[in-house]
């Protein structure tokens, strides 16, 4: 946890920015795997976690904008449950160690609610994503369940964002916290990638290392010599020279601050010709992006600056032709790269998307494209100093999609699709690192973990 005088900032500039009306934040319960009592590894609402920073299943937080009083509300512990789990701190307790002066049981907290509605107070919560914390909110508050998402709160969303898109410095020394562990994880990753090895084994030990590092893996780890499935979660191929490896993965700190790493590999630790070629393309466009990203540009902006980098390469290569400038425009290179160039991070590892994507990447001025590949943006909005987002170009020679763009006729003018023929056993290459927006450009976030073809080699080799 950080020190309490962080949530209770956080939680006075809340109920500031709402004015009015009763906050709920609820934190999550755990989640039975197979049986009640056999659980998948709890996570808290990160919500919760920004502005209570509590561990503990089953609390609600709540925040009176009339009043100015914090609440945790959960019920104790009691001895039947303590023989299980050693002492634990009362509700009191852990309200106090966060700066929060009233606490109560879940029965004073339905009281608090019926009050509040009957008093037709406004009530804000932020639209759940579990189905029983909908139910909670729909018995708490007396409505429907499949209504309880038409009555969240546009404007806590929006306070929400403006707080936790800007990252103190406290939250960046976490991020980087979690990049040291994803830099063991990567490294040590990357020395297996041998052939004859198997994709589980390296995901296996990418998972180990997450945990060394005190924390879960944020995401489920890609690890994949079929890199040209985006996501690609299965971990069966065996390891041959020949095949790029696409490793994709990040890790939690103890305080559920994520990273967000993609390296990628050839088996066997030495680039072929078509694999420096194209990885060379993916790593320009990832540092022109950082070169570009800047307070004032839009997200959108620099994905379409790397978007120029890719399209220049793939025409040099000979699988795209014309005007590169015209290419971009078309969504061309697209073909090749059907993803947005990154998202925001932090708390989660695609930061506040629980929020809606649109009102976390987009802003009022800055709307997602219709357009294929572009509409994939994540985040496109206008930057501002202390937003933490990826860097994530990648190339994927996807069968199915080049056959589909093939006979529809699709950016015929600007497709060679002779020449991608020769391409389509290839795989997929992805490169991604976190970077920080500072006063006057970014930064990538972290110890720098091998990149370039020779930095690759080198470890590899080693
Ligand atoms: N790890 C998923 C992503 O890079 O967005
Ligand atoms: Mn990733
Ligand atoms: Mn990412």
Redesign the pocket.
């Known amino acids: 946890m950080f020190k309490k005088e962080t949530y209770i900032a956080r939680r006075e500039q809340l109920r500031k920015d709402i004015g009015h009306g009763l906050i709920i934040i609820p934190g999550n319960h755990e989640a039975p795997c197979n049986y009640k009592d056999n659980t998948y590894w709890f996570r808290q609402d990160s919500t919760f976690l920004y502005f209570f920073g509590l561990q503990r299943e089953d609390l609600v937080g709540v925040l009176d904008c009339d009043s100015g009083k914090d609440y945790i509300f959960a019920n104790d512990y009691d001895i039947d449950d303590i023989i299980w789990t050693g002492p634990l701190p009362s509700v009191k307790e852990l309200a106090a160690s966060v700066g929060v002066d009233n606490s109560g049981d879940l029965k004073d907290l339905a009281e608090y609610c019926c009050k509040t509605v009957a008093e037709s107070r406004r009530v804000h919560y932020i639209p759940p994503y579990r189905s029983d914390i909908t139910r909670q909110l729909s018995e708490l508050l007396g409505i429907k369940y499949a209504a309880v998402n038409r009555y969240a709160s546009m404007d806590l969303i929006l306070a929400c964002v403006k707080q936790r898109a800007v990252k103190s410095a406290e939250e960046i020394e976490e991020i980087e916290k979690a990049i040291a562990t994803a830099y063991n994880m990567h490294v040590g990753a990357m020395k297996m990638a041998m052939p004859g090895r198997y994709e589980y084994e390296l995901a296996g030990f990418m998972e180990g290392e997450a945990w060394k590092g005190n924390g879960p893996v944020s995401?489920p780890v890609?690890m994949t010599v079929h890199g040209e499935t985006l996501?690609n979660h299965g971990h069966n191929n065996r390891l041959e020279v020949g095949r790029m490896l696409v490793m994709?993965a990040g890790c939690e700190t103890a305080m559920n601050y994520c990273s967000?790493i993609?390296r990628s590999v050839p088996v066997g630790g030495r680039f072929n010709d078509r694999q420096r070629s194209i990885y060379q393309i993916v790593l320009d466009a990832n540092l022109e992006a950082a070169r570009v990203t800047r307070p004032g540009i839009t997200y959108k902006e620099v994905h379409q600056a790397a978007s120029r980098v890719l399209a220049q390469g793939y025409k040099d290569l000979g699988i795209l032709k014309g005007n590169v400038d015209d290419i971009v425009a078309a969504g061309a290179h697209s073909l090749l790269m059907p993803h947005g160039l990154g998202?925001m991070m932090g708390l989660d590892?695609?930061d506040m998307e629980n929020y809606g994507q649109i009102n976390v990447g987009y802003d009022n001025e800055t709307r997602p494209s219709e357009q294929f590949g572009l509409g994939s943006l994540r985040c496109g909005r206008r930057l501002l100093p202390g937003y933490v987002i990826?860097d994530?170009p990648g190339c994927y020679f996807i069968p199915a999609l080049i056959d589909k763009w093939h006979a529809e006729g699709t950016c015929k003018d600007f497709v060679n699709f002779d020449e991608l023929e020769k391409w389509k056993d290839f795989g997929g290459i992805r490169i991604?690192d976190d970077i920080l927006v500072t006063d006057n450009g970014c930064r990538v976030l972290g110890k720098p973990i091998p990149k370039t073809i020779a930095e690759i080699e080198q470890v590899m080799n080693n």
Do not use: A, L
């Open positions: 995401f890609i996501h994709d967000d993609t998202h590892v695609h990826t994530e991604e």
